[in-house]
């Protein structure tokens, strides 16, 4: 299964070096790659259908309890087989749409990335490693949605993208830290035999709303919808990849891997079914205002995740079978819708609503496909929508709670469902044809044979639902943790009310299609709500965010040096200060201490007249002249405590200093005071604190017992292993000598540094003279 | 001794970041090579500081048989101390180039990295 995954990847690693082969005639070969995976994940059906779980474990970073593991039970073959199959027909369909694309290989590489990471997404055992294949889809969805990269509106919309999703995909690492802190595990199976402590836990909600915070902002659930609209701009085989069978289901996957985990608690229900209502009716009412086919199709799908959602949240054997059959039904329609809304684009030039009509005659078979789906979607005998309606149905009314609110809910958006479906579907063929239509040429084979195959499965499925019934259907609902082995499949119910329900939706949606004509005066209409909307007060807080965060930079990041050094050092002398007095208190063991003798305490003062006088005089040469004083001190105080070596080495490098200052500076302009009054008492206050900081530091560390360790091993074994008596110059040569030598060649840099400064010509243009 | 030595350390390290504060280029290289005068003593303090006993072994033994002073510390600022060259002589010359540049030594007024001002 590792493979399998990790094939996605290869294939677009591949495509970097041999792509512009993949370009031309060849480019429908690479939808080899989805169609071998999605045999060989189709061959696992007979052991899935059994009730068999097969998982593999390689592993990553097993100190972290990380690993590479891959579960393939119901569920993750349920999404496994669409992300392959829908993927195998839009590789192909891609092939024809972007025909001599300047970057077709790129596209490939991208979806074939997107589709590894799904892969890896839903196959996922441990958590961690689903972040991580989360975290791909997102930045490959980026690349995806923003493919014609020139467009600013393309790329803004990408952006968006990334930051919902983005956004989500930082909730899924803290859920999944905090699972893994809860449970002790990262592996979804062991979570789900501790189900019971994780539910009781203190930090169950804040962990379920992490979970919500990942799936709601990759399915687009309301107020986290409005990336999906946008995604729109991408290339039709995007979307219709993206939003039928993969990147928004990657959510609705998240909750249903997680329901028996988590799941069925009054929080979890509650949550998603009165967020999955509210996505589901807002969107679907959004539809009736859209005239971009690609619009309805987004609003329409965003109603749909909005139904599972819903369902998820109703649990029970009902809901979740429920949720299985319409997850099939969903893919199939709408990725042939996105694909025949493709072809229209493609050969028409336009996704106009209000302006296409009477296709039929030029594109019998896209027709076809698009009435097929758009009766499937409308949930019209005998397709597989009509199936997964009347279950829909069945699981809310028999739900507990406000039933006749859940119901009118549901109903009211299949309605809006249908009207879009139909929308997309059927209106751009029927009709008048108008005139400037009349030279639209049928498409090649590989884009019209996509869309019809998969919406004649959407009707076989439907005509014989126990093709899918225990293949697919069972080990989904087993896999969400609920018995399935009562489950049948038909198409016809008996008299009930759920049929009442079916007719009416049907009956009221094929009116409102034929009254309701969509027109460019409603989208205006639904325009003026777009201050209030989730989309545009986000945008407005993420404006305001970089007013502030650029007025931030503004105060702290200034420009001047002595702003930086002083907001430092006030820093430090508060922090370290505060802690210090606090905690501690300053102990002086006199007896520890050595005896000053005289001639210790001239070289003192004079060491700090020397300062005193470097930092106040007003000549620049005298202040260089001081400072030599205070370098030749402080090598005095070298001599009398013990160190010989450091103080030669002080007395010539402060010699040298001294003479190179006096020698390259003496042209340079008039030593000023430059800084005013106030600065200067300021800055004096700020220093003589940070001093007086240091000094009662050094004062207290003295107080501490020494660790001579080290120290006693380099002077036992300077003569015994070394053969030197110096041990500081042993150190330096023998036991550090590599460090030494890193010394001396950092000293070689800087003098290649200080001749090349020295003889750099510079142009006449650079001199300021 | 070990109190006056915190004193000094504390009054080079004030004097030190006064001068890194200042405006002029030659100012703020004076500052830096106090401040690491400052370092230096202040690691010489903490190794703990003793008269007379230089890390030496006397010419007879192979090893010490009185007490020394610990010679890592020493050994730390050797090499801070010739370090420190490097990077002080690179920023005098640098000051000198800049000031050929743009003929000041106000860091206030070198707010241009390449054009003529």
Same mark, same amino acid.
């Given at each position: ?22 370009k ?18 189709a061959?696992?059906i ?21 690993n ?35 970057? !077709? ?6 979806l074939?990335?997107?589709?590894g ?34 467009s ?30 809860m449970?002790?595990?990262y ?25 919500f ?41 998240l ?13 979890w ?13 807002y969107?679907?009412?959004h ?24 369902l ?8 979740? !079978? ?6 099939i ?5 709408k ?84 009207y ?6 059927i ?21 019209w044979v ?9 009707i076989?499925?439907?005509v014989f ?35 009442v329900?079916?007719?009416i ?18 989208e ?18 993420s404006?305001?965010?970089?007013? !502030? ?28 200060g ?7 208190r ?21 060491l ?5 006088y470097?930092?106040?005089t ?9 400072m030599?004083?205070v ?14 070596d450091l ?6 490098i402060?010699?040298l ?14 030593y ?5 009054y106030?600065?200067?008492?300021r ?78 010509? !510079? ?7 | ?20 504060l ?35 072994i ?17 050994a ?14 690179f ?6 180039r ?14 241009a ?5």
């Amino acid at each position: 299964m590792l493979i399998a995954v990790l094939l996605g990847f290869l294939f677009a690693l591949f495509l970097v070096f041999v792509g512009k082969f993949f370009k031309g005639k060849l480019a429908v070969i690479s939808a080899l790659v989805p169609l071998a995976l999605f045999i060989y994940f189709a061959s696992f059906i007979p052991q899935i259908s059994k009730g068999e779980v097969i998982s593999q474990t390689h592993n990553w970073v097993p100190s972290f309890g990380v690993n590479l593991g891959f579960t393939l039970d119901g569920l993750s073959l349920l999404f496994s087989l669409m992300i392959t199959g829908i993927g195998f027909l839009v590789f192909a369909y891609t092939a024809s749409y972007l025909k001599g694309h300047k970057y !077709l290989d790129r596209f490939y590489a991208y979806l074939s990335v997107f589709m590894g990471a799904m892969l890896g997404l839903v196959l996922s055992d441990n958590i961690i490693s689903m972040f991580v294949f989360w975290e791909l889809t997102s930045i490959s969805s980026f690349f995806l949605i923003g493919f014609n990269n020139t467009s600013e509106a393309s790329r803004k919309s990408a952006l968006t993208a990334l930051g919902i999703t983005g956004f989500g995909g930082f909730s899924l690492l803290a859920g999944a830290l905090l699972l893994g802190n809860m449970s002790g595990t990262y592996n979804i199976a062991e979570m789900l035999t501790m189900r019971e402590a994780l539910v009781d836990h203190q930090y169950y909600v804040l962990a379920v709303i992490f979970i919500f915070g990942a799936a709601f902002t990759k399915s687009a659930q309301f107020p986290f919808h409005f990336w999906l609209p946008g995604a729109m701009k991408a290339p039709t085989p995007v979307s219709t990849y993206l939003h039928s069978a993969t990147m928004v289901k990657a959510g609705i996957y998240l909750l249903m891997r997680f329901t028996p985990v988590l799941g069925d608690t009054p929080t979890w229900n509650t949550t998603l079914t009165i967020i999955g209502a509210i996505t589901m009716l807002y969107s679907a009412i959004h539809t009736l205002f859209r005239t971009d086919l690609k619009g309805v199709l987004a609003y329409s799908t965003i109603s749909a995740l909005g139904i599972l959602v819903f369902l998820i949240g109703l649990g029970g054997q009902a809901a979740f !079978l429920a949720a299985a059959v319409f997850i099939i039904v969903h893919a199939l329609y709408k990725a042939t819708l996105f694909l025949v809304t493709g072809i229209i684009d493609h050969q028409a030039g336009t996704r106009d609503v209000t302006q296409l009509a009477g296709l039929k005659k030029m594109m019998m078979p896209v027709f076809i496909a698009g009435f097929l789906a758009a009766i499937s979607s409308a949930g019209i005998p005998p397709s597989i929508g009509f199936l997964g309606k009347e279950l829909t149905y069945e699981a809310s009314i028999h739900s507990t709670g406000i039933i006749i609110l859940i119901a009118v809910a549901i109903v009211l958006t299949k309605i809006l469902l249908l009207y879009a479906g139909f929308v997309a579907g059927i209106k751009p063929f029927t009709g008048k044809l108008p005139e400037k239509f009349s030279e639209v040429k049928m498409p090649g084979p590989l884009m019209w044979v996509p869309p019809i195959l998969l919406a004649v499965l959407g009707i076989l499925f439907g005509v014989f639902p126990a093709l899918i019934e225990s293949s697919l259907v069972k080990p989904v609902v087993t896999a969400l943790g609920v018995d399935a082995s009562d489950i049948h499949l038909a198409l016809w119910h008996g008299f009930n009310t759920v049929l009442v329900l079916s007719l009416i939706t049907i009956g009221v949606g094929i009116l409102l299609y034929f009254i309701l004509k969509p027109s460019v005066k409603l989208e205006n209409k639904i325009g003026k709500l777009e201050p209030i909307s989730p989309e545009a007060i986000l945008k407005r807080i993420s404006y305001y965010f970089t007013v !502030l965060s650029r007025f931030w930079t503004n105060v702290f990041q200034n420009g001047y040096l002595r702003n930086y050094v002083t907001t430092v050092i006030l820093f430090l002398v508060i922090l370290v200060g505060y802690i210090f007095f606090g905690n501690s208190r300053l102990v002086i063991d006199h007896n520890q201490l050595s005896e000053i003798t005289a001639y210790e305490m001239v070289v003192s003062v004079i060491l700090v007249l020397g300062v005193f006088y470097t930092v106040f005089t007003k000549s620049r040469l005298a202040a260089v002249a001081a400072m030599g004083v205070v370098g030749l001190a402080i090598c005095l105080l070298f001599v009398f405590y013990s160190a010989p070596d450091l103080a030669m080495t002080q007395f010539s490098i402060d010699t040298l200093t001294v003479i190179l200052f006096v020698l390259v500076l003496y042209r340079l302009p008039k030593y000023l005071t430059l800084s005013d009054y106030k600065m200067r008492i300021r800055d004096g206050i700020l220093s003589l604190a940070f001093g007086g900081l240091i000094c009662v530091l050094a004062l207290q560390v003295l107080a501490e017992p020494q660790n001579s360790e080290i120290g006693d091993f380099y002077a036992k074994n300077a003569y015994i292993e070394a053969h030197g008596r110096n041990v500081v110059n042993v150190i330096l040569v023998d036991f550090r000598g590599t460090d030494t030598l890193i010394e001396i060649s950092v000293l070689a840099i800087a003098a290649i540094g200080v001749f090349g400064l020295l003889k750099l010509r !510079l142009k006449s243009s650079d001199r300021a003279n | 001794m070990e109190i006056l030595f915190a004193i000094i350390i504390g009054v080079l390290y004030a004097a030190g970041i006064y001068m890194i504060l200042r405006r002029s280029l030659v100012k703020l290289i004076i500052g830096i090579i106090l401040l690491g005068n400052g370092a230096n003593l202040l690691i010489f303090l903490l190794g703990r500081i003793s008269e007379g006993a230089p890390p030496i072994i006397p010419e007879d033994s192979k090893m010490f048989l009185e007490a020394y002073a610990d010679p890592v510390p020493q050994a730390l600022i050797l090499t801070a101390i010739v370090i420190s060259f490097g990077l002080q002589s690179f920023a005098i010359i640098l000051v000198k180039r800049a000031h050929k540049v743009v003929k000041t030594d106000d860091l206030d007024e070198m707010n241009a990295t390449d054009e003529d001002s």
